[in-house]
């Protein structure tokens, strides 16, 4: 007899999470395309180049020290940004390095706040790919919680949070 090893299923990892920033949605926008309003409050160690489609632009972060390259794929004004980013899930198969992609929605709301939603699909089906997931994840509930602080109430939350 022999013994048959199964193989795992994962579902292939995609998230989406959500806020309501108290500005208007340029200005909220404008917070997120800025390097220098970004890194400002999420991208710890800097953020190089504005967001424009076709652009490489680069974010820094304390808690993961190297410069991401980050792809502009779409920009609409005050509506939609989509970028592609590496995956980060540490796989080194021979399939190789691949991209996740983002995208962050801001629709207007009827009281002046702006709803920001960000959506992030695109990993293996793999226990690495899901566990870049939940960290990613993690990474833009943050990035929420810290544009908000950052727009209404000029505080920098991830100041001092990693370094």
């Not at 395309?33 to 424009?52: E, H, N, Q």
């Not at 489609?53 to 794929?73: C, K, L, M, N, S």
């Not at 959506?119 to 990613?136: F, I, L, M, P, V």
Request: proline share 4%; net charge negative.
């Amino acid at each position: 007899m022999r013994a048959v090893q199964s193989k795992k299923s994962y579902m292939s990892p995609e998230f989406t999470v959500s806020g309501r920033i108290a500005k208007p949605v340029e200005e909220v926008f404008e917070a997120v395309v800025d390097p220098a309003r970004l890194s400002g409050y999420f991208t710890t160690g800097g953020a190089k180049g504005r967001l424009a489609v076709g652009a490489e632009v680069t974010w820094d972060f304390h808690d993961f020290p190297g410069a991401f390259p980050v792809h502009v794929i779409d920009l609409v004004p005050n509506e939609k940004i989509v970028l592609q980013w590496e995956s980060a899930d540490g796989a080194s198969d021979e399939a190789g390095s691949y991209n996740t992609t983002v995208t962050m929605t801001f629709k207007p709301l009827e009281d002046g706040r702006t709803l920001v939603s960000i959506h992030e699909t695109g990993w293996r089906d793999t226990a690495a790919g899901q566990k870049a997931s939940y960290n990613n994840c993690e990474g833009w509930t943050g990035m929420l919680a810290a544009l908000k602080v950052y727009l209404e109430h000029g505080i920098n939350l991830r100041e001092g949070f990693y370094k």
